[in-house]
């Protein structure tokens, strides 16, 4: 099977930075997809950003400008760094990524989530 463990998640003050970082694990072939999702609570899961193995990147409008996404393929990781951190920034943030499995072919995995506080 395929793990995703998120780290970095902590508490910060406003303006301030955080780098979250996501490593897929298991019987992977190839990831076509990864992406980083928020949930605040009472508030519908979002995507943050995402790459797809092509290189391309997607941002919310929310974090454009002051998150980029990032993934080291050799050690199947992903990265988020979040510069210019808001109080509005305040949620759990999840790993997502489709990959490629030898038996199953392509699934959707998600990781058990990294809380991320920001304080004014």
């Known amino acids: 099977q395929v793990q995703l463990v998120e780290s970095g998640g902590g508490l910060v003050q406003a303006g301030g930075s955080l780098r979250l970082s996501c490593t897929a694990s298991?019987?992977?072939?190839?990831?076509?997809?990864m992406g980083w999702y928020r949930q605040a609570p009472g508030k519908q899961r979002e995507l943050v950003a995402a790459t797809t193995g092509g290189g391309s990147t997607n941002y919310a409008d929310s974090v454009k400008g002051r998150f980029t996404i990032s993934r080291d393929n050799a050690k199947n990781t992903l990265y988020l760094q979040m510069n210019s951190l808001k109080a509005e920034d305040t949620a759990v943030y999840y790993c997502n990524a489709e990959v490629v499995t030898p038996w199953v072919g392509e699934y959707d995995y998600w990781g058990q989530g990294t809380q991320v506080t920001v304080s004014s």
């Open positions: 298991g019987s992977i072939i190839s990831i076509n997809f």
